[in-house]
């Protein structure tokens, strides 16, 4: 070869025979093979280069020619359907696949031809592990270089992920539908021009039209009032185009009836794959009930508000009107009270556009009387009017109106006014509510009359507290925290020098000396809490005088806001005795027999003298004393306390100790001493020297503005008569240090017999009734005034003298309320009780009463609510016994029918508290009858076609009856939806399964049964 070079070449020899007798030859033939050798190299690198890249490929590729036979499949292949590798090349793909994959194939390779691009199809089909995956199949053809078909390439991609997320896509969108169409909240979605695409049953039963009727329907056209659609359009469709829609609002819809309903709007956009908006999507909250009550509610609170901050009735009655406008139309608005004892009818509070305030006047014929004489609320329009014209039971009084309102004003069972109200307009007419609003705000009227009364009877018992105070020897201050005097008694003014009326303009500072000012701590109410705090200053009379006084102060809260109560006693005179012992003790003697402050030597142990002031306070002669240690007669934890003070004491200290000390005297009662006590030298040797002030009488009347603070809001927390009783009994015993005590209460109607409640030594009497006229309490009552006997075992008149036996002293007070005595609280002790005790226990019977008589009043009202409701029930049994008169049917059907319902219904884990709901619902079942013509309702031969459409529209009618009926709405379930079959083809919906109310189906059952 030329320059060595080797070539790949192919050699062809032939031989080539002579013509004629010539010589042959051979023909060599050479032919260059090294281009074909080298793209044979390239192709086969390029097959394993691709059958690298098909290998490590995470679908399945699979080859096979026309005839169906393997030629290539890679790992995946493999892999998915558990077969070797080796094992399928050449074989068929049909014995290679599994059956419903094979059949596939052939359909897709059928279908396929050279000049097609590709064929796809998707089944599920189940891996060498027996699990379901979903493959998504592409074949296509694979020519050669000259265009002529080669072989077929399969390309299998899982998609099982894909139509997993496709499937639960589906699943929650079909979710999401069954909630939104069983769903008690409305769900709307619209376009931009307001068209409505969808709607839930919540809304159709809502607006009263059939689905088909709404949607498709423009929103604004068909539901809004001109002004809320000229809102809508701008807040909300023009709002969306621009991304700025609102999320929340609310607004009033349009029902088929064209009454108003008030919905609170959830909002969202929806786009469109490109993120264009086109349309809104929205969820409701009817909230007409809601709003109506929180209207209610509010009411109530001015009300409330308007009965505690007016000081006379004629501004609590303009309250009234001012919050009833607000609610409903009464621009025309009186009040009027009934004086029975002069027979008089006054009208406090007249408000009226055509008419003027009538003049105190007796009783007439007018509408006005007429309530007043049957007690009961009336609307009265022109045709009731007339009505009552003609039996003669009213007179034409004033200017004629379209719609006159009235209702009585109640006490107990006394009506003492009438509140009204009147229309001159057709536009403006009274509906139901506005008759229920009315009443209720009556009720509150009377009751804040009643309550002016109880106050007068509060403001007597305040004066008797009073006399308390006024009657103690130390000055009474009422500050603030920050120091400004409230109000004092009459000492102080007697103390200091001042009127009263200069005092309380006053602030504390102002009472003493400037020197002293600047040493006086702020009021800090943990130091004010802390329990027999008692210091000593100076404070400085009106002529300039500086005298010593001791103080103690008290933290207590008078109408919600804390005030500080300060005991200021002069101590001049017991200074000048404790100076003058201290600068004199040759005088001591002289000085203690005189001085009124009781006087006492101890070493810790027994008395070593004692003064005649002592004596006096104790009750114990001076030899008694002396033999008594000074320990003896005070509590042990006070012992404690003065034993490890004198040994202070005796080791030199030379402070002088403060503390109050509580004393048991000699005829068995307690006394209470404010003592000093210091060092002395007393014949040579230290002693301790106290010197005492009775101040029994103050700490007695701590303990009874204690006793009166803790009754008083115990009795503002309890709000019923059932409540009452055991409150005040629970605390009495530990409040009076009593053994037994009896509350005896007369009932409401039936005054000849005393309810007893009973706790302590006489808790066995509780529960029992007496006559009210016998025993101890009946003469209590009679007599109108407190009672007390010391020797409890021979009272006269006490029924259970069994009950007495270790008893030292029985007392009782009577339960007076605006003058009329309602019972009688009554204690036993084992102690002997004291006029102060009996004081006492009278103002916790005041209290009692009034607390009872409100009471009373709440409970009276409960009871009125109970009596509407009854009243709605008896109407409800007499609806449901027309009907069976009317249809024939066996009397009583109904009730038992209701009753059977009821027990399958508890059985079955039925909503307590939707009990009663069922039970009116079961009552009125059929109650859509009525609106059924008699010729089809009772007719004996079998119903025509058309007589049964019309037969089949008394749920309907059912619906459209009780849904007018607030008390009923929550009903309507049963008599609507108890023809509804399980398989879809009942009536009036058509509901199918778990779409028929849970009642219905229970209903339906016992029905049909």
């Not at 032919?31 to 490590?56: C, H, K, N, P, T």
């Not at 609003?437 to 309550?451: G, K, L, N, Y």
């Not at 109607?749 to 007893?756: A, V």
Request: glycine share 6%.
């Amino acid at each position: 070869m030329v320059n060595d070079a080797q070539k790949s070449v192919h050699c062809s020899i032939g031989f080539v025979h002579p013509a004629v007798n010539g010589e042959g030859g051979y023909i060599v033939l050479l032919q260059d093979l090294s281009a074909r050798s080298a793209a044979q190299r390239e192709l086969q690198e390029r097959e394993a280069f691709y059958r690298a890249i098909v290998e490590g490929d995470q679908n399945m590729i699979v080859r096979f020619n026309p005839d169906g036979e393997l030629t290539f499949a890679n790992a995946a292949f493999c892999t998915f359907f558990g077969i070797d590798h080796e094992e399928i090349i050449g074989r068929n793909l049909d014995d290679v696949l599994p059956a419903r994959s094979a059949s596939a194939m052939q359909e897709m390779v059928h279908d396929l031809s050279p000049l097609t691009e590709s064929a796809t199809c998707e089944f599920l089909d189940t891996n060498s592990n027996a699990e379901p995956h979903w493959i998504r199949w592409s074949m296509r053809a694979v020519v050669d270089s000259g265009n002529g078909f080669s072989e077929y390439h399969l390309l299998g991609e899982d998609i099982t992920t894909e139509k997993n997320a496709e499937q639960n896509l589906s699943e929650s969108e079909f979710r999401f539908r069954e909630l939104l169409g069983n769903v008690k909240l409305i769900a709307v979605i619209m376009d931009l021009q307001g068209k409505v695409l969808y709607c839930n049953n919540y809304f159709c039963d809502l607006v009263g039209l059939q689905m088909g009727e709404v949607i498709g329907s423009n929103w604004m056209d068909k539901f809004l009032s001109i002004d809320d659609a000229i809102a809508f359009k701008k807040v909300l469709l023009e709002c969306a185009l621009t991304g700025n829609l609102p999320v929340r609002r609310e607004n009033n819809i349009l029902t088929s009836q064209g009454e108003q309903r008030q919905i609170a709007w959830t909002n969202t956009s929806l786009a469109n794959k490109k993120g264009n908006i086109t349309g809104i999507a929205s969820i409701g909250q009817d909230i007409t009930e809601r709003t109506f009550s929180e209207k209610i509610q509010m009411a109530l609170f001015q009300i409330s508000q308007a009965a505690n901050q007016t000081h006379d009735l004629d501004q609590f009655f303009a309250s009234i009107h001012q919050i009833l406008q607000e609610l409903m139309p009464v621009d025309n608005f009186f009040i009027a009270l009934l004086d029975r004892e002069q027979n008089l009818l006054s009208f406090p509070y007249f408000v009226d556009q055509l008419d003027e305030r009538p003049q105190p006047q007796k009783p007439g014929r007018g509408l006005t009387e007429y309530v007043l004489r049957t007690g009961k609320t009336v609307l009265v329009n022109p045709e009731v009017f007339n009505l009552l014209l003609e039996e003669q039971e009213v007179e034409e009084v004033g200017p004629p109106s379209v719609d006159w309102l009235g209702v009585p004003l109640k006490v107990e069972d006394r009506v003492i006014g009438v509140m009204g109200a009147q229309s001159y307009s057709e536009g403006v007419r009274f509906k139901y509510r506005d008759e229920q609003m009315m009443s209720f705000v009556s009720t509150q009227v009377a009751m804040v009359i009643d309550r002016k009364r109880s106050e007068q009877a509060l403001i007597r018992s305040q004066k008797r507290n009073e006399l308390l105070v006024e009657a103690s020897t130390d000055a009474i201050f009422i500050e603030t925290l920050e120091g400004k005097i409230l109000d004092c008694n009459s000492v102080a003014s007697k103390i200091y020098g001042y009127s009263r009326e200069k005092l309380c303009q006053m602030t504390v500072k102002d009472l003493v000396p400037s020197d002293v000012q600047m040493l006086m701590p702020e009021y800090q109410e943990d130091m004010i809490e802390l329990k027999g705090m008692v210091s000593e200053t100076l404070n400085v009379k009106a002529d300039g005088t500086v005298f010593p006084i001791e103080i103690s102060l008290r933290l207590t809260t008078i109408e919600g806001d804390k005030v500080v109560v300060a005991y200021v006693r002069d101590i001049t005179e017991r200074k000048k005795t404790e100076q003058a012992i201290i600068e004199s003790e040759a005088k001591f003697r002289d000085l203690a027999e005189t001085t009124a402050a009781g006087i006492f030597i101890h070493r810790g142990e027994n008395y070593l003298y004692v003064n005649p002031a002592w004596c006096r306070m104790t009750g114990f002669t001076a030899e008694e004393l002396k033999k008594l240690k000074v320990t003896d007669q005070i509590p042990e934890d006070q012992a404690i306390a003065l034993r490890e003070t004198s040994l202070i004491h005796l080791r030199g200290v030379q402070d002088v100790d403060h503390y109050e000390l509580k004393f048991e005297a000699a005829d068995g009662g307690s006394r209470w001493f404010d003592v000093h006590s210091g060092l002395i030298d007393f014949e040579g040797t230290p002693a301790i020297i106290g010197t005492a002030v009775d101040v029994t009488a103050r700490k007695q009347r701590e303990n009874e503005m204690g006793v009166i603070a803790q009754i008083s809001e115990l009795l503002r927390t309890t709000t019923t008569m059932a409540e009452i009783p055991p409150a005040i009994l629970g605390k009495l015993p530990e409040l009076l240090n009593v053994d037994g005590a009896l509350l005896y209460t007369t009932k409401t109607k039936e005054q000849d017999t005393l309810d007893l409640y009973g706790t302590g030594s006489w808790k066995l009497l509780d529960g029992i009734t007496l006559p009210v006229e016998k025993g101890l309490a009946g003469q209590i009552m009679k007599s109108g005034k407190p009672y007390i006997n010391h020797s409890p075992a021979a009272d006269p008149y006490f029924e259970f003298p069994e009950l007495t036996s270790n008893m030292s002293s029985i007392a009782g007070a009577p339960l007076i309320v605006q003058g009329k005595i309602t019972g009688v609280l009554l204690v036993g002790s084992e102690h002997h009780m004291e006029d102060f005790e009996i004081r006492l226990l009278t103002a916790v019977a005041d209290i009692t009463a009034n607390g009872l008589q409100r009471a009373r009043l709440y409970d009276q009202t409960l009871d009125q609510t109970q009596e509407l409701l009854n009243a709605y029930n008896a109407t409800l049994e007499g609806w449901a016994l027309a009907l069976e008169l009317r249809d024939k049917e066996t009397q009583g059907h109904s009730l038992r029918i209701a009753e059977q319902t009821l027990r399958l219904a508890r059985r079955m884990g039925y909503d307590e508290s939707q009990i009663a709901n069922l039970r009116q619902g079961a009552l009125l079942h059929d109650i859509g009858k009525m609106g059924i013509p008699d010729t089809i309702l009772l007719k004996a031969g079998t119903l025509s076609e058309a007589e049964w459409a019309i037969m089949r529209k008394h749920p309907v009618y059912a619906r459209d009856m009780l849904s007018q009926i607030p008390f009923f709405k929550s009903s309507v379930d049963i008599p609507y939806s108890h023809h509804e079959w399980w398989d879809g083809t009942g009536y009036p919906q058509g509901l199918e399964g778990k779409q028929i109310p849970f009642s219905a189906r229970i209903f339906a059952i016992v029905d049909a049964w």
